[in-house]
């Protein structure tokens, strides 16, 4: 018995491609459509062409665009699998249930040039929801930046990564990483800042860091334990009613 052969994702999909397409020119050029009103056989022929569409649109969000980009007549440089146009914005994205999930492609300021504001120098402003988490990429280009009507300084170019679990925020860019674990809160004063050696010992035995390092001295991670969160005991009032019952 001869063994079948077995087709790669690539072939598979350039074949389904293919059969939506022709399903797509056949429905196209029905005759129905070609009559004039509105009869139900060309609305049922213009509803088949429109989950048509649907379905190449699934399809080409599977296409990893392996043959490339080819130019067309208008200018455009599309997919000659899927027809996807080349740095398109996509309105869809498909993900795995389980496994790793790709979403977006590595963002970073290239320009040199400074911008006269925030809106116009951002590249990448992405937040999503993952399982609880919050994560958010920001991208942006040098620009200009005032405060309190100060004179116009200079804010440079940066990629921020964001995330937010259980009310810690760990914020990595290009030239920090800053972790808090408690959100500042609304007309207070904005904590302070100093390095280990600048405080003193009684301080320190306060903070439960535990600073990582190798073998030959160099920091390599920071440890912070949480502390445990303590219940509240009762109001007098509500001890005082459950006894009496």
């Not at 993900?95 to 979403?103: E, F, M, Q, S, Y």
């Not at 120098?121 to 620009?143: M, Y």
């Not at 100093?194 to 030959?216: G, I, M, Q, S």
Request: charge should be positive; glycine fraction near 6%.
């Amino acid at each position: 018995m001869p063994r079948m052969k077995k087709t790669s994702v690539e072939e598979r999909l350039k074949r389904a491609m293919r059969e939506v397409i022709r399903s797509m020119d056949f429905a196209a050029e029905h005759p129905a459509l070609a009559k004039r009103g509105n009869s139900r056989e060309a609305k049922r022929i213009a509803t088949i062409y429109q989950q048509l569409a649907l379905a190449w649109d699934f399809l080409a969000l599977q296409c990893k665009h392996w043959d490339g980009f080819v130019k067309k007549r208008d200018g455009f440089r599309c997919c000659p699998i899927c027809g996807t146009i080349e740095d398109a914005p996509e309105s869809w994205l498909l993900l795995r249930r389980n496994g790793r999930k790709t979403i977006g492609r590595l963002t970073r300021p290239t320009s040199r040039e400074i911008f006269a504001n925030k809106r116009a120098a951002l590249l990448l402003d992405d937040t999503l929801n993952f399982h609880g988490a919050k994560f958010r990429v920001e991208v942006g280009h040098a620009r200009r930046s005032s405060l309190f009507r100060a004179p116009a300084i200079t804010v440079a170019a940066h990629r921020t990564v964001t995330c937010k679990e259980s009310g810690v925020e760990c914020s990595i860019d290009d030239h920090m990483i800053r972790l808090r674990i408690e959100p500042r809160r609304a007309r207070t004063a904005p904590p302070g800042g100093a390095f280990p050696w600048e405080l003193p010992r009684k301080a320190l035995k306060r903070f439960p860091v535990l600073l990582e390092y190798d073998e030959r001295g160099r920091f390599v991670g920071l440890c912070i334990f949480r502390p445990v969160a303590t219940r509240r005991p009762p109001p007098a009032a509500a001890v005082k009613t459950q006894g009496s019952g």
